[in-house]
Nanobody, 124 residues
Framework: QVQLVESGGGLVQAGESLRLSCVAS????????MAWYRQAPGKQRELVAS???????DYSATVKGRFTISRDNFKNTVYLQMNSLKPEDTAVYFC??????????????????WGQGTQVTVSS
C-alpha cells in the first residue's frame, strides 16, 4: 500500500508563484513515472506535467514555460513549481504516481496511485 500526500496549494494573485510537493510513502519498490493532474469545476481532469524516473518531462501546452516539474528519487517526492499563475490555473491539483511494489514471493507489480488533491486558487 502506497500513499501520496500533496502540499503547497493555496490562494494567490495572478502573476504569483506556488510550489506543490507530493511525497510517496509506503511499500515502495520503485517509483516510476510521477505526474501532476488538475481538475477545475465542470471540467475533466487533465494532465499538467509528468516526469519519468529518468527525468524526462512532458507538459501541457497551457503550462509549458511557466511550470516546472521535478523529482527527488531519494525522497520519493515530485514537485511542481508554478510561476506566472493565471486565474485559469485555478483547480484541484492531484499527484499521480506509477509505483512498483514487491510481493512476498518477490514478484513485482505496478499500480497507479492518486493523492487527495490540493486546491490552487488564482485571483485576478
Amino acid at each position: 500500500q502506497v500513499q501520496l500526500v500533496e502540499s503547497g496549494g493555496g490562494l494567490v494573485q495572478a502573476g504569483e508563484s506556488l510550489r506543490l510537493s507530493c511525497v510517496a510513502s509506503g511499500s515502495i519498490f520503485r517509483v516510476n513515472t510521477m505526474a501532476w493532474y488538475r481538475q477545475a469545476p465542470g471540467k475533466q481532469r487533465e494532465l499538467v506535467a509528468s516526469i519519468t524516473n529518468g527525468g524526462d518531462t512532458d507538459y501541457s501546452a497551457t503550462v509549458k514555460g511557466r511550470f516546472t516539474i521535478s523529482r527527488d528519487n531519494f525522497k520519493n517526492t515530485v514537485y511542481l513549481q508554478m510561476n506566472s499563475l493565471k486565474p485559469e490555473d485555478t483547480a484541484v491539483y492531484f499527484c499521480n504516481a506509477r509505483v512498483a511494489e514487491r510481493r512476498r514471493d518477490a514478484t513485482v507489480y505496478e499500480y497507479t496511485y492518486w493523492g487527495q488533491g490540493t486546491q490552487v486558487t488564482v485571483s485576478s
